[in-house]
């Protein structure tokens, strides 16, 4: 079993910089990717990025590619989402996934934090 928590959503302006912050712990954290999405209000959730864990390779949606960067620390079983030159469309509830094998549903999700940009 992996739990899930995020960490560091909040209320920022139109422009401005978020870092989010997924810790796993549970079973020793081996899965094969890990991965942010999000949810606005209304609206179905979506991919924002994935990492795969062991060898770092990144994937992004078209809509945050340029501006999130994700990011991951094996040694502290972390990842991260910094979110740069935020934008009010940005609003959403991000939650990190993780995918303990390749071409599997995301099986783990966390609880959710949220962001909010105000213009």
């Known amino acids: 079993q992996v739990q899930l928590v995020e960490s560091g959503g909040g209320l920022v302006q139109a422009g401005g910089s978020l870092r989010l912050s997924c810790a796993a712990s549970?079973?020793?954290?081996?899965?094969?990717?890990m991965g942010w999405f999000r949810q606005a209000p209304g609206k179905e959730r979506e991919f924002a990025a994935a990492?795969?864990?062991?060898?770092?390779?990144?994937s992004y949606a078209d809509s945050v590619k340029g501006r999130f960067t994700i990011s991951r620390d094996k040694a502290k079983n972390t990842g991260y989402l910094q979110m740069n030159s935020l934008k009010p469309e940005d609003t959403a509830v991000y939650y990190c996934a993780a995918q303990v094998r390749a071409g599997n549903p995301y099986e783990y999700w966390g609880q959710g934090t949220q962001v909010t940009v105000s213009s």
């Open positions: 549970g079973r020793t954290f081996s899965s094969y990717a």
């Open positions: 990492i795969t864990w062991s060898s770092g390779r990144t």
